[in-house]
């Protein structure tokens, strides 16, 4: 294969570094775009959810048992097939990828919408249903964004492109989690939630822009029964006849276990220690949103100049680490010089891993089943953290303190870097191409 590379612009791209332009390129773009709309349902059901539950006093065994709701994603394997092989009735014309685009930002509108009339302290089993029905709402979502956005990128913008879109994962989730937390200190949580619906027309905007993928144009040529059927079976098929499939798919599910069950807490960590809704604006929201955007560009460098898999080992020790700064939080204290060290250095580190993960998962996609083979390896990279979170981070908390929890997430995370560097030594991690 040889090096696919860019022409020299002729507009005023070419006054920009050339380290810049690729940034500037239509598809690395809409896949900021697409991120944007990636991140928010993720926010609506996760930090900012966690934060209305606890102010309307709801115990912790309850709240983080709502993480439960983020399952969702990790079975949206199931029907991630429809995706790549229903065509929909009346938006059909548009092409498979722009039309379910279209189509599954009304439901994640719809799904908000319906949280936002939710009331916890009147109906928890409501607010339950309505927090799933945001996160089935939010995967299928997912499934489009993630599969236009692989299809759309050439393979020598996969780099820039995971780390656009990373980008804009943060920007959605930590604009919506923002803007909710202001509005619902001044107009309730219902108008926040309101409010943060818009946050799913940049995808659906960028769809009828960009149209159809080439890429997609071309696997899309065949139609009939057994397109469907191979849509079902085919994504499982393949991904298990690889070598070190079973391996593989172990590193998948464990190497996020640590960070999950950390992360999904962190809300109840500042609650406790008394930090207001402003204070955690500025820090977790503010200050981690600046914290992340430095990581991605990190990790870009890092994954250029390191390749796929140094890149991919070196941030997973980072995320590891970065938990035992939340142990350092706990036991200063309400201390903001401490919340800012440790949102930072977790941050960075999550975003370093965002763009050298994200290209890593990709290049393990087969152009034949992006949507379903992305949907199965994005929703099990999280079920085991978010399972564990689920049923067991709120009984952990209370029985062993705060400091002792991020430690025990700090050794989780052990396993997935190990199993990492055994699959780099076996020969199980390739390079990606650099052209089609």
């Known amino acids: 294969m040889t090096l696919d590379t860019p022409e020299i612009p002729s507009d005023w791209r070419r006054h920009l570094p050339q380290s810049v332009r690729p940034y500037t390129e239509a598809a690395p773009l809409a896949a900021l775009a697409l991120g944007i709309s990636s991140g928010f349902p993720f926010a609506m059901i996760g930090a900012t959810l966690t934060t209305r539950l606890a102010q309307d006093g709801i115990d912790k065994k309850a709240v983080t048992a709502f993480s439960l709701a983020f399952l969702v994603y990790n079975f949206k394997w199931l029907w991630a097939w429809m995706v790549d092989g229903v065509r ?54 997912d499934i489009v964004i993630d599969a236009y956005r692989i299809e759309l990128l050439e393979p020598r913008q996969l780099g820039v492109g995971s780390g656009m879109s990373q980008y804009g994962w943060r920007i959605g989730s930590v604009a919506a989690g923002a803007l909710a937390l202001v509005l619902a200190s001044r107009v309730g949580w219902s108008i926040a939630y309101l409010a943060c619906a818009g946050f799913a027309l940049p995808a659906m905007i960028t769809g009828l822009i960009m149209k159809e993928p080439p890429r997609r144009l071309i696997v899309q040529a065949k139609r009939g029964i057994t397109e469907v059927w191979q849509s079902v079976i085919g994504p499982i098929a393949e991904f298990f006849q690889r070598a070190g499939a079973g391996l593989v798919l172990l590193f998948i ?184």
């Open 88 to 141: 929909l009735p009346l938006l059909g014309h548009l092409g498979q990828r722009v039309s379910w685009l279209i189509f599954s930002g009304f439901l994640a509108i719809a799904a908000v919408t319906n949280l936002a009339l939710a009331d916890p302290a009147a109906s928890l089993f409501y607010t339950a249903i309505a927090a799933v029905l945001v996160g089935a709402a939010g995967a299928t979502f």
């Open 253 to 436: 599910l464990l190497h996020k276990i640590g960070d999950t069950l950390a992360n999904l807490t962190f809300r109840l960590l500042f609650d406790d220690l008394g930090y207001t809704n402003d204070e955690i604006a500025i820090y977790d929201v503010g200050m981690g949103f600046w914290a992340y955007l430095i990581g991605i560009f990190i990790g870009g460098i890092l994954y250029t100049r390191m390749g796929l898999r140094r890149s991919v080992l070196l941030s997973l020790v980072l995320m590891g680490v970065s938990n035992l700064s939340f142990a350092g939080l706990a036991a200063a204290g309400h201390n903001n010089w401490a919340m800012a060290a440790a949102i930072g250095f977790e941050n960075i580190a999550s975003g370093i891993g965002g763009v050298c993960l994200v290209a890593y998962f990709s290049v393990l996609c087969d152009l034949r089943f992006t949507a379903s083979q992305y949907a199965m390896i994005s929703a099990a990279t999280s079920i085991v953290g978010r399972f564990l979170t689920g049923t067991t981070a709120g009984g952990l908390i209370e029985t062993m303190g705060y400091v002792n929890f991020y430690l025990l997430t700090t050794l989780a995370a052990l396993p997935g870097i190990l199993l990492f560097l055994w699959l780099m030594r076996t020969g199980l991690v390739e390079e990606p191409p650099t052209s089609l």
